[in-house]
Nanobody, 120 residues
């Protein structure tokens, strides 16, 4: 059984920073793409950032230059460093990962999400 657990959300003032972490656990053979999504109330889910197992990164235009995605392939973790936060960054942030296990093969797994609120 594979689980993804996000931590690091919270309340921060505009201009502040937060670092989200997503840890994958279970009988994992390989992890491929890892991504961060967010969904604000009343809006569709948005892809924020993606990182390949080789370290290639992509970002949504709305976060380029402010957010940095990284991963630790030994610890099976992906991080999202969020700087210069704006009120419009307020959302539930969720990670997903394409993971291969011997039991289930290649599947996409999601975390439960963590709330980020940017407000003064």
């Amino acid at each position: 059984q594979v689980q993804l657990v996000e931590t690091g959300g919270g309340l921060v003032q505009p201009g502040g920073s937060l670092r989200l972490s997503c840890a994958a656990s279970g009988s994992i053979s390989s992890i491929y793409d890892m991504k961060w999504y967010r969904q604000a109330p009343g809006k569709e889910r948005e892809l924020v950032a993606r990182i390949s197992n080789g370290g290639t990164t992509n970002y949504a235009d709305s976060v380029k230059g402010r957010f940095i995605i990284s991963r630790d392939n030994v610890m099976n973790r992906v991080y999202l460093q969020m700087n210069s936060l704006k009120p419009e960054d307020t959302a539930v942030y969720s990670c997903n990962a394409l993971i291969y296990t011997v039991v289930s093969g290649l599947r996409l797994y999601w975390g439960q999400g963590t709330q980020v609120t940017v407000s003064s």
